[in-house]
């Protein structure tokens, strides 16, 4: 926040101006002071709260200036209330905090019992702490209470920084008094702060992991004396707490609570800004969706940055090291974030990508997953990459986890796709064997049992190409939602190849494939394999004008892959497809009668001319100088 707008409200008399002066002059002022003071602005100091400037207004409690004073509060960031007896006392709670309710402003209130010279006196009744508490207890937008003496110059620049402090760092959403604990929003972020702290995941933070943290919050290292101290502090709260393993969960609320209580609750929002945190206790929104924009015909991946995450963070909760994540693993996993993507739970994660014998996430299926919600999703991948604790060794943020490709215009073009992740939609008729083609995908056993796919289904594995390189393919087959999909260009253009099926034992399943080109012809400007499933089957006539080899030689294509989802090679056919995708124009028709571009053929023949008159010149040259 650049500037904190300090309002200056209480009953005529009680030194609101005096107070104002003070800190202005730096001496009491004892000669007569106006009724109201205009507006005094002070600029930055050293101490003062994230460095901001400070707007004082004094206002007058008069009946007549009320219209003013209500404009004043409602642009106030904080109320500075201020009373000096007994009467003026009784105002706060019978007036002046009711007044600021029916006005409608919801900022916090610091209350100051001024005149604290007069106390010794006799001349004004004393006005203790205790009988503070009942009015803190009632209103809540009371974030302190303070003892001034304007006279004396006691505690004037005190007031005034708790008012600073009051806006920039807030008690109000960190605890409750009454409760004596801090409030249930605080302690989740708190709670997310450790977990991502805790780097080795044992539930302590050691005191490398405690030497770290209070590098990155306070930039500046932890005496031994010091760290000692903060344990002894959790100890006397809970013994089990703090150990030479280190601070668990429950001791680092403890010291945090014990921060709230001693009035250091700055050191906490210093802790939850530098995890991004607003006032609110929300995340940053530019934390969490950061500017990222993926241009058409471009897609999203993992960079090798975001791929080491991942990795890593597999790695470390796979604490049985059996190679997948179960319940248990993936839930602390994803502890520090709202839970699993709602995409994932679309998708029946993790049913849609590769599990081991027990039915949990391999690491390959892992960043198969991650590869897929980059490709569809790239914000998701975003805002979990903030959730779960990333962060860049250049400070670029989480966006250095994601690269955009090179946009692919012209896919019959010849040449390779500048891209590691590919969409591809598999289309069929009914009972052609779509999905069984998507379980052998992510291997997984052959079923018998027929289910229609109903909701749109998706398989997501890693497939190595043809000299080692590794690409990430996505194979969705639509279900009922296929004639909306197709329709939609926008999800066509999100396609990168087609997969036609068709059951070969079975006389009408290829006529679906011809009907659906001739009643979606948009599909035409997309590359596309036909392929044959069911091939252990007995081979039937199709009931087609031209039978599937005929039809593809007509079209210049290459002729269906003949390919069982019960044999072991159907892993082939996952290859081609992904290399097909790789290289698009190689699933386009072929046409005879293209011209044949022989420019490059020009361009070669008129240099190897322009070198040959070259020589010439320089040989006629030499030969005449030879004379």
Not at 33 to 47: D, E
Not at 566 to 580: P, R, Y
């Amino acid at each position: 926040m650049a500037t904190v707008r300090i309002c200056v409200c209480g009953d005529e008399g009680v030194g609101k101006s005096s107070i104002i002066t003070s800190l202005v002059k730096d001496v009491f002022v004892t000669t007569k002071i106006q009724p109201v003071l205009p507006q005094v602005t002070l600029p930055p100091t050293l101490g003062t709260p994230d460095n901001v400037t400070t707007t004082i207004v004094d206002t007058s409690a008069l009946v007549h200036e009320r219209h003013t004073l209500r404009k004043e509060l409602r642009k106030s960031n904080v109320i500075l209330l201020v009373y000096s007896d007994h009467y003026s006392y009784e105002r706060v709670a019978l007036f002046w905090m009711p007044y600021f309710r029916t006005v409608g402003v919801n900022v916090p209130v610091v209350l100051c019992a001024n005149k604290s010279d007069l106390q010794s006196s006799g001349t004004t009744p004393q006005v203790v702490s205790d009988e503070m508490v009942p009015v803190m207890n009632e209103f809540k937008e009371i974030d302190s209470c303070i003892r001034t003496s304007a006279k004396e110059h006691h505690n004037i620049n005190e007031v005034f920084f708790l008012c600073q402090k009051a806006v920039t760092h807030p008690i109000a959403p960190l605890y409750d008094a009454k409760e004596a604990a801090l409030k249930p929003a605080a302690v989740s972020a708190l709670q997310r702060v450790f977990h991502l702290c805790d780097k080795d995941k044992d539930g302590y933070l050691n005191d490398a992991e405690i030497h770290d943290f209070q590098m990155k919050c306070f930039e500046k290292p932890l005496g031994d004396d010091d760290l000692r101290n903060i344990k002894q502090s959790i100890q006397r709260f809970a013994p089990q707490s703090a150990s030479d393993e280190g601070i668990d969960g429950k001791g680092f609320l403890v010291l945090n609570k014990i921060f709230a209580e001693k009035g250091r609750h700055e050191t906490i929002w210093i802790i939850l800004r530098k995890f991004h945190y607003t006032d609110s206790l929300s995340l940053k929104d530019t934390f969490l969706r950061p500017k990222f924009d993926v241009p058409q015909y471009s897609s999203a991946e993992l960079s090798p940055t975001g791929y080491r995450f991942f990795v890593d963070l597999f790695l470390l909760f796979d604490k049985d090291n059996d190679g997948g994540l179960n319940d248990s693993e993936l839930k602390a996993l994803f502890n520090p974030t709202p839970g699993i993507p709602p995409s994932w739970v679309d998708s029946a994660f993790p049913s849609c990508t590769v599990r081991n014998e027990a039915g949990y996430i391999t690491l390959q299926g892992w960043l198969a997953q991650w590869s897929m919600t980059t490709f569809e999703e790239p914000k998701t991948t975003l805002e979990y990459l903030a959730y779960l604790g990333f962060e860049s060794t250049d400070r670029g943020g989480t966006t250095t986890a994601l690269k955009v490709t090179k946009a692919r215009k012209r896919r019959n073009k010849p040449g390779r796709v500048e891209r590691n992740v590919f969409k591809c939609y598999v289309l069929g008729a009914g009972g052609s064997g779509k999905s069984s083609l998507l379980s052998a995908f992510l291997n997984r056993p052959f079923s018998q049992t027929y289910h229609p796919t109903i909701k749109p289904r998706t398989a997501v594995n890693s497939v190595e190409l043809k000299g080692g390189k590794q690409c990430y393919l996505i194979l969705e087959e639509l279900g009922e939602l296929e004639p909306a999909i197709l329709e939609n260009q926008a999800k066509l253009d999100a396609c990168d190849l087609l997969c036609y099926t068709y059951d070969s034992s079975e006389p009408d399943s290829f006529a679906h494939i011809v009907e659906l080109r001739k009643k979606f012809p948009q599909l035409d400007f997309l590359p596309a394999v036909y392929t044959a499933l069911k091939a252990d089957q007995d081979k039937t006539m199709q009931r087609c004008e031209q039978q599937p080899d005929e039809y593809t030689s007509a079209l210049n294509m290459a002729a269906p892959l003949h390919v069982s989802a019960t044999w072991g090679s159907i892993s082939e056919l996952f290859v081609h497809l992904a290399e097909s995708a790789t290289h698009p124009s190689t699933a386009f028709p072929k046409l005879d009668d293209e011209p044949v571009d022989r420019t490059n053929l020009y361009l070669a023949l008129a240099a190897i001319v322009s070198v040959a008159a070259v020589s010439i010149v320089i040989l006629k040259r030499n030969l005449s100088a030879s004379a």
